[in-house]
């Protein structure tokens, strides 16, 4: 007898891989949250029609979306297809997007697609706080994190495209070293060994994914082959953030997580010893 495949609670379209989408696949995994994942590399994702749907493109729809294109954004300096479900839905036109079951309700911005896994988990295991004054604290983790993610977005897309300016970096530096004191203060404060209560939460989640994608900028860019290049993370004194990053480490071993991120971490660390 042929298993039915379980029915998805969310699913999400993305380029693949993406950090961010770890947030809510770890969070799944703990809260016992079905999930449907569709995308492709970041460099053949214009070549999709981006929709509840999506998929790769015909000459059908490309026909048939051509009145129907929008420019890229934040990466993806191409004309992209979406369809009109796909911006109706998701009205910033990025992803990754999220969609209920039936595709009529569109969630976006990648904490918020947490947030909904730990919902439709109903919570059970606390993973979203154990009382609303530890879910609005966990909150306040997630929103100064987006400050972070926003200038980490900027300085890897411009590492990837060969414009690094100073002012881009600096500004992605002062934004790292902000959220990671704040990470710092709260893991010396807290008598456990997690950012917020006593047990692993979407502040836990949040910070190794962000971490994780920043951790990135240590590979040596093309433009700089031959001279030696500063990442930021290397620039500052590993002993600033010292529960931080044995945090993340700790993190990093564990299960939930490893799905998702060794293969991408261990490929991080190869170019960097290249």
Not at 83 to 97: C, H, I, R, S, Y
Not at 196 to 217: H, N, P
Not at 257 to 263: H, Q, V
Request: some cysteine.
């Amino acid at each position: 007898m042929v298993k039915e495949k379980q029915k998805f609670e969310i699913r999400i379209f993305s380029y693949l891989p993406n950090p961010r989408i770890w947030k809510t696949t770890i969070t799944s995994r703990l809260s016992g949250v079905n999930l449907d994942i569709i995308g492709t590399s970041p460099e053949s994702i214009k070549d999709w029609l981006w929709d509840f749907n999506a998929r790769k493109l015909t000459k059908k729809d490309i026909a048939e979306f051509h009145n129907n294109t929008t420019q890229g954004k934040m990466g993806f300096a191409v004309r992209l297809y979406k369809t009109n479900k796909f911006l109706n839905t998701q009205p910033f036109g990025t992803v990754p997007a999220a969609f209920s079951p039936d595709g009529e309700i569109g969630i976006f911005e990648s904490n918020s697609i947490m947030r909904l896994a730990a919902r439709l988990g109903e919570n059970n295991n606390n993973i979203y706080g154990k009382n609303p004054y530890e879910s609005s604290r966990i909150d306040s983790f997630l929103d100064a994190s987006l400050i972070f993610s926003r200038a980490s977005q900027k300085y890897l897309l411009s590492i990837n495209q060969g414009q690094i300016s100073s002012s881009i970096k600096k500004e992605a530096k002062d934004a790292f070293i902000t959220y990671m004191s704040g990470i710092e203060s709260a893991l010396n404060s807290n008598k456990s060994s997690y950012i917020v209560g006593e047990q692993l939460t979407l502040a836990d989640i949040c910070f190794f994914c962000e971490y994780a994608l920043f951790s990135r900028e240590q590979i040596t860019p093309k433009s700089y082959e031959g001279n030696k290049w500063n990442s930021i993370t290397r620039s500052i004194k590993k002993n600033n953030f010292h529960k931080s990053l044995s945090h993340y480490k700790q993190l990093s071993g564990r299960p939930e997580f490893k799905i998702d991120s060794s293969e991408y971490l261990k490929k991080i660390e190869q170019k960097i010893r290249n």
